[in-house]
């Protein structure tokens, strides 16, 4: 066998296949940071002789397969091969079965160590080494080399009829997309451009920013080179994410048509967030509490292969699976995170902090294709990633039923935030360094309750908790804090304020995810100015650029501007009544299904009342505060064929971007703002850092983000080359040069319109 044929498994993947056993056991434990266990390593590597070798490199082969890894240490002078596991509390809160894990790690490195060396024996050691006060515990024991190969040889046996079958699913996969055939007659209009620019950036390895106009059908556009390029680039896998629900489901379904499903090897995976998937949401996810949990497993071997047989695992189908095994919905989803060939999910799942997703590929060495879908949404998304908040109320909320030495930490750090308080009297002020004595107390907090934790093993009060999760978010953004971020103070009262470190730029902490993936691409219907996307999403210098031309034609579309409203906020009153008879004209002239876009709800509900008081012939109904899922649906579902009326919503909310209602479901738009983001203390100081980086303060804050939602809102008009509409842009703004050229090249703008003289 060649080691083409060979499948490649990490040593730490074998044993996780084969030797975990028992409960799930996912309940918060006090377990050190990354940088600790990084650290923590370094600590107990240190104090080994001057001959102790650090990450050893060791392979070796059975039958197919090819196992490789990294032994943390070796000491040639003792013949000892070391596994590290850094802990923090009571050496015997360590569950059973991890100890059976690792010991399964350690003795595979020892086996592939005596072949590498031709050693007869070797000591091997578990080093458990405590975060909180340095101390070793040491697990030793003696094994000869046959012990160990036969040890190795039990092992690669039970995973071995897996990776035949996975290896046999690879091949018929790649055979299958060989051959992959588009799924309609023809490509509709732009869609072959997008497709031949997606499958270049895949043959090239490089990532592309694809603009495309909306309706051309982008989802199957973008996943159908993806596909195609999968056999011949070797991708392990693709990773489609999206920003909404209805995103996830497009992606589903362009799988389903491509052949997922019926007859394609195509494994499809919905990565589901836990607190939708959970069965048991008043139980935690331990053994003794939840029956999901207990025995997990010992029974997710079955449920993983009856799950391998399931083409499309969305979420109906991945919990009708787990339960019919009595396990975990999402856990099992998360197994099969490793097993499918596309994975589907929201955009946190490969560009958070702690993205599975990610964590997965650099762990495994997969080649990833990985598609962004409405990717306009990125920058405001990763900026949330990379930011928190601490909120004083949260501090006293998690006082008040502290244990006592952890209300003593918990003192400290209000000491601290005081003195924080003193020097930034300001209602708005952003800090001029970060408040370290503040962190201190933090740092110092998090490790009592961590310690109490290891005393005390059981759920911390809700408040507690909530409050020590924040301030470890806080520390975490504050060891990577820089130029990208700020760290600001707002006052929310006489007691209270909110210190928050608030991310400005992705880019440093998006870019390795990016030269993670064998390629990206990010499509959307607004990615104008390409540079403004690639500053701010850390995208490689040689990421290439699609402006994909639109089917449709000006013919199809009346845009015309309402060049003698003002809808800014100090004209607000002054233009309700002039939008209101807009509205009602264009209706009038043409009935039919409308959409209204506003810059809040205020701003919607005055001139919906002007509206019913002043036009009532007008039917009208409106997008609600915090709307439920049944909810949004229920307002779609008045879009009719046969429905007459103007629906209003809010510019950048449910209704603005991302759904589909062709035909004579809508007719029109009515967008009343350019979608500027409010002029704040918080965005001033965005602007100026814009400025200070790009050189283009107000664009970057303000002009591009509210022309994209502008765009994304119009485009819900057209979306066949059958659909003809209007769409009207309520602003005298919208007549400027600068504003004009952000709008789509394919409008015919109308800006001799005077809103009281023709609709």
């Known amino acids: 066998m060649t080691d083409v044929d060979k499948y490649s498994v990490a040593v730490r993947a074998l044993c996780e296949f084969t030797a975990k056993q028992g409960d799930l056991d996912i309940r918060f434990t006090p377990s050190p940071t990354a940088q600790e266990g990084i650290a923590g390593h370094a600590v107990v590597t240190s104090r080994r002789g001057p001959n102790y070798r650090t990450e050893v490199s060791l392979s070796g082969d059975w039958g197919m397969l090819h196992v490789r890894g990294r032994a943390d240490g070796y000491d040639p002078d003792q013949n000892l091969i070391e596994e590290i596991k850094t802990h923090r509390g009571k050496f ?29 024996s070797v000591n091997l050691a578990l080093v458990y080494y405590d975060i909180g006060t340095g101390l070793e515990t040491v697990l030793r024991e003696t094994r000869a080399a046959l012990e160990l190969a036969a040890l190795f040889e039990d092992l690669c046996a039970r995973f071995a009829s897996w990776a035949a079958s996975e290896a046999a699913h690879r091949g018929s996969r790649d055979a299958a997309l060989a051959t992959l055939a ?14 031949e620019n997606v499958y270049r950036a895949n043959a090239s390895g490089r990532c592309l920013l694809a603009q495309a106009p909306t309706g051309i059908g982008k989802t199957v556009g973008s996943l159908f080179p993806v596909l195609k390029a999968m056999p011949q680039e070797k991708l392990d896998k693709v990773f489609f994410l999206a920003a909404k629900t209805p995103g996830r489901r497009l992606a589903l379904d362009a799988a389903a048509s491509l052949g997922a499903g019926s007859g394609l090897p195509l494994r499809v995976l919905e990565l589901t967030a ?38 499309i ?12 095994h009595d396990i975990c919905p999402y856990y099992l989803g998360s197994e099969m995170a490793r097993w499918a060939d596309m994975a589907v999910g929201d955009y946190n799942y490969y560009f958070d902090g702690g993205a599975m997703l990610y964590a997965l590929a650099q762990n495994n060495g997969w080649r990833a294709s990985v598609l962004v879908d409405e990717a306009h949404n990125m ?8 930011s928190a908040e601490l909120d004083r109320t949260n501090l006293r909320a998690a006082r008040a039923n502290a244990p006592e030495l952890v209300k003593k930490a918990l003192e400290r750090v209000g000491r601290a935030w005081l003195g924080v308080d003193k020097e930034a009297p300001a209602p708005y002020q952003v800090l001029p360094a970060l408040p370290d004595k503040l962190l201190d107390a933090l740092q110092n907090a998090t490790s009592t309750v961590n310690d109490f934790l290891a005393e005390f093993p059981g759920p911390l009060d809700p408040e507690l908790q909530r409050f020590h999760f924040d301030a470890l978010g806080f520390i975490r953004l504050a060891e990577s804090f820089g130029e990208h971020s700020l760290c600001d103070l707002t006052r929310a009262g006489v007691r209270d304020s909110v210190i928050s470190i608030r991310n400005v730029v992705p880019a440093p902490f998006l870019a390795p995810r990016f030269a993670q993936a064998h390629s990206a691409t990010l499509f959307s219907a607004t990615l104008s100015p390409w540079h403004y ?23 199809q579309l009346e845009v015309r501007i309402a060049a003698d409203i003002s809808t800014r906020y100090q004209h607000r009153a002054a233009s309700l009544g002039p939008i209101a008879d807009l509205i009602a004209r264009q209706y009038l002239a043409q009935p039919g299904n409308y959409l209204a876009f506003f810059s809040s709800f205020d701003y919607l509900e005055q001139v919906l009342e002007r509206l019913a008081q002043e036009h009532p012939e007008v039917p009208a109904w409106r997008q609600e505060r915090r709307m439920s899922e049944p909810e949004r649906a229920a307002f779609l579902e008045r879009f009719t064929l046969e429905s007459r009326g103007v ?7 449910s209704f603005g971007e991302g759904i589909d209602l062709p035909g004579e479901r809508l007719i029109g738009a ?20 814009m400025q200070a980086m790009f050189g283009a303060g107000y664009d970057y804050t303000y002009l591009y983000p509210g022309m994209q939602k502008v765009v994304q809102a119009a485009g819900r008009v057209i979306r066949t080359e059958q659909d003809r509409g209007v769409v009207w842009l309520i602003d005298d703004r919208f007549g400027r040069p600068e504003v004009r050229a952000l709008l789509p090249a394919w409008w015919s703008v109308d800006q001799r319109i005077s809103s009281r003289t023709r609709a």
């Not at 015997?92 to 595979?108: C, E, F, K, M, S």
């Not at 695992?313 to 019919?324: H, I, K, N, P, W």
């Not at 009515?670 to 850092?689: D, H, I, K, S």
């Open 92 to 120: 015997a809160n360590i569950p059973d079965n991890h100890r059976h894990l690792h010991w399964a790690q350690v003795r595979v490195y020892g086996h592939l160590l005596c072949r590498q060396l031709g050693l007869e």
């Open 182 to 195: 588009f799924p309609h007659a023809n490509f509709r209009p732009g869609q072959r451009e997008l497709a």
């Open 274 to 311: 836990r607190d939708k998937a959970c069965e048991h949401p008043d139980k935690a996810c331990q053994g003794d509490a939840c029956p999901l949990a207990k025995g997990f497993y010992d029974r997710l071997p079955g449920a993983r292969e009856a799950a391998a047989a399931v083409s």
């Open 313 to 324: 695992l969305d979420r109906e189908a991945l919990r009708e699976v787990a339960l019919a």
């Open 379 to 386: 920058v405001s998304r990763a900026r949330s990633m990379y």
């Open 533 to 555: 996307f690639c500053d701010l999403l850390g995208m490689p210098q040689d990421t290439a650029w699609a402006d994909v031309a639109s089917p449709f034609t000006s013919s």
């Open 647 to 653: 629906g209003f919503a809010v510019l950048g909310g």
């Open 670 to 689: 009515f967008v009343a703002t350019l979608g500027l983001p409010q002029v704040n203390p918080v965005n001033e100081q965005l602007r100026e850092r």
